[in-house]
């Protein structure tokens, strides 16, 4: 069997290592037996709805509006989300798939309606490690990641929060929540990246396209994490 990821968009989204995320999931997979093909998604490209995985990371003030304004224009990822394709999008890309974020003259953009979820700037950016208990998805350990936004996040009643804050801001709209969880879509403001520091979230986007997967060899990721939970509670 061989899997298609597609990253939307990385030369608009894709800061603070965003990329890899796609990187991680396409290696787990290989280990395990998958073949992988990665289709890079450039601006003005149509999404395709027939890939396996959708991967979609962060970015600045203008390419996240440059990048809202092209995704409207289409609905591959719409077509692929209603399919049950699973979705990974991390910060900039979890706003660009909710009802609407603000901008820097805090006028409100719409986004893809995807995710049940608004964004406003906040007054103050969140800036650094997050460590935060998964409660959306059963079976994840704890979460750890970096996080560097002014978004403040507040989910509607279809999106359920990814995780609990022990440490860090995480969506900053008042409560101690991290990311959104709605359907088959993963959004989150960690960035690391996130799959790499988190890799039984990668493998839990793999396991929704192929079912349940043979456990991997964690010796040197569980040694990073480790290594990244001390430097955080630091």
Known sequence: MTLTIAH????????????????????????????????????????????DIYVIGGGEDAQELRAVELLRRESGLAVAVRGGAPVLAICAGMQILGEWFTDGSDIRVPGLGLLDLRTERRSARAVGDVIADAIAIPGLPTLIGFENHRGGTSLGADARPLAQVLQGVGNGSGEAVEGAVQGSIIGTYLHGPVLALNPALADHLLAQVVGPLPPMDDTLAEEFRANRFQRAQA
């Open 8 to 51: 939307i968009f990385p030369a608009l989204l894709s800061t603070y290592g965003d990329a890899g995320n796609v990187a991680v999931v396409r290696h787990r997979a290989e280990s395990r037996g998958y073949g992988v093909t990665t289709l890079t998604v450039l601006p003005g490209e149509p999404v395709p709805s027939e890939a």
